[in-house]
């Protein structure tokens, strides 16, 4: 894709197609990585941590998914911390 630089102000940017934006899950903020020969510049979109995770864990307890990983028998104080 072929795109222009624009004046914004004292500064410059490009349009980046909203198709774009909602294919790679871009919102608010990109990470701006410069090439290391200084010959291209890579956007990468910010994830949120933990985003989604409230949902997933309703979706567990409602499959009844939400049991206990270690088991209650582990003697915790076996183990040098």
Do not use: C, H, Y
């Not at 090439?35 to 309703?58: A, M, Q, V, Y």
């Amino acid at each position: 894709m072929i795109t222009k630089i624009i004046q914004i102000g004292n500064s410059k940017g490009i349009r980046i197609p909203s198709q774009v934006l909602q294919e790679l899950n871009i919102e608010n903020q990109v990470e701006l990585i410069v090439g290391e020969k200084k010959d291209e510049i890579i956007l990468k979109p910010i994830n949120k941590t933990r985003e989604g995770w409230e949902e997933s864990f309703k979706k567990m307890r409602t499959a009844n998914d939400d049991t206990l990983v270690i088991d209650d028998s582990l003697d915790l104080n076996d183990w040098e911390w």
